[in-house]
T-cell receptor, first 111, second 114 residues
Framework: RKEVEQDPGPFNVPEGATVAFNCTYS??????FFWYRQDCRKEPKLLMS???SGNEDGRFTAQLNRASQYISLLIRDSKLSDSATYLC????????????FGTGTRLTIIP | NAGVTQTPKFRVLKTGQSMTLLCAQD?????MYWYRQDPGMGLRLIHY???????AKGEVPDGYNVSRLKKQNFLLGLESAAPSQTSVYFC?????????????FGSGTRLTVV
């Protein structure tokens, strides 16, 4: 079983819709969680950290469910510029050491 | 502020040739990493460093060597390139920990081994 698993998609969603991705992780001792965004042929960029209580950043909401070992990302009022691959990232320790990246979920927003 | 700079951006090697990829960061980050990204495999950690003069193996270290003689630089070497090393290589750096921490990635090196 992969340490971090994501539905690869693609998700094709009309502009303005709400879309949600889930990601599961296998190591119950994992301590840090993130969502990264990667545009085509570009480097990954940090979208947001995921905190135990859940957190929101504008149109983006991240949730963590430790009991079921999954992380979710919700995008509201989707924009064309949200088209990208979203990477779920998990760390064993608090902090940045040796993060494990999922293979990503590809999202395309349709005009 | 340049962030993380990788050189070269593209390279074609013949099987058996050697090369060094350079990563430089100007953010005073303690940690630096080398990843490779292949279709369907995601980013896989090759080697990493938690400080100047230190290196450690990641998930896929075979065929690669690294050095971190200066805090701002992290070099990845391929001693004898193989077609299986055709990939996109990303360098990243980070602080050890702290609020809103995360990796800053370089723009990548596209390597083809023929």
């Amino acid at each position: 079983r992969k340490e971090v698993e994501q539905d690869p998609g693609p998700f094709n969603v009309p502009e303005g819709a709400t879309v949600a991705f889930n990601c599961t992780y296998s190591n119950s001792a994992s301590q840090s969680f993130f969502w990264y965004r990667q545009d085509c042929r570009k480097e990954p960029k940090l979208l947001m950290s995921v905190y135990s209580s859940g957190n929101e950043d504008g149109r983006f909401t991240a949730q963590l469910n430790r009991a079921s070992q999954y992380i979710s990302l919700l995008i509201r009022d989707s924009k064309l510029s949200d088209s990208a691959t979203y990477l779920c990232v998990v760390g064993r320790n608090f902090g940045n050491e040796k993060l494990t990246f999922g293979t990503g979920t590809r999202l395309t927003i349709i005009p | 502020n340049a962030g993380v700079t990788q050189t070269p951006k593209f390279r074609v090697l013949k099987t058996g040739q050697s090369m060094t990829l350079l990563c430089a960061q100007d953010m005073n980050h303690e940690y630096m990493y080398w990843y490779r990204q292949d279709p369907g495999m995601g980013l896989r950690l090759i080697h990493y460093s938690v400080g100047e003069g230190t290196t450690a193996k990641g998930e896929v270290p075979d065929g690669y060597n690294v050095s971190r003689l200066k805090k701002q630089n992290f070099l990845l070497g391929l001693e004898s390139a193989a077609p299986s090393q055709t990939s996109v290589y990303f360098c990243a750096s980070s602080f050890r920990t702290g609020p809103n921490y995360g990796y800053t990635f370089g723009s990548g090196t596209r390597l083809t081994v023929v």
